[in-house]
């Protein structure tokens, strides 16, 4: 995968963002870090880590249906999604989404019947259910499903001590 490398038997991963203009390469953008093992209790752990780092500001791009200050977690499934994808070492989730009672696309992660959702509880606290009934795999969003900005953004408020680097390169 373009975006992410594994390297053998060092327990580092690579993530990268190519920006482009027309077909080339002019910066990319690495995370060098240590990624969490695949195992419930760090899928908790790394949930938790990611719920406490989404702020209004990771935002800023997006724009909303509803207010997100009505729940914390609103507008934040995508990149919450897709920094707790990167952030384990496994290639066991699959990138969910179904379309929720408001009519937009929510974000999630399986591994067979087991459901990740860093974002769940925007649906609990206003009494409905995340859309999971609904849900298909999907791919991400983008150009050649690069990872967002806002996704690494995330990753590098919650990896702290994990992050190795954090590298942009212009070309």
């Not at 990149?79 to 999630?108: F, I």
Request: hydrophobic letters at 30%.
């Amino acid at each position: 995968m373009e975006f992410q490398k594994l390297e053998g038997g060092h327990g580092m991963k690579t993530v990268e963002r190519h920006r482009y203009k027309g077909k080339e390469i002019f910066q990319t953008r690495r995370l060098e870090f240590e990624p969490y093992a695949f195992s419930s209790v760090n899928m908790c752990l790394v949930t938790g880590l990611i719920q406490k780092n989404l702020t209004p500001n990771l935002l800023k791009r997006k724009k909303l249906m509803f207010r997100c200050d009505i729940n914390k977690y609103y507008g934040h499934c995508y990149h919450a999604t897709q920094a707790l994808y990167y952030l384990m070492d496994t290639d066991k989730l699959v990138p969910m989404s179904g379309e929720d009672y408001r009519g937009e696309k929510h974000w999630w992660l399986q591994n067979k019947d087991n459901i990740y959702d860093c974002t769940a509880e925007q649906y609990w606290t206003v009494g409905k259910l995340p859309p999971y009934h609904v849900g298909k795999k999907s791919k991400w969003y983008g150009w050649k499903q690069r990872p967002q900005q806002v996704s690494l953004d995330l990753m590098v408020k919650v990896l702290t001590d994990r992050l190795i680097s954090d590298i942009i390169e212009k070309f």
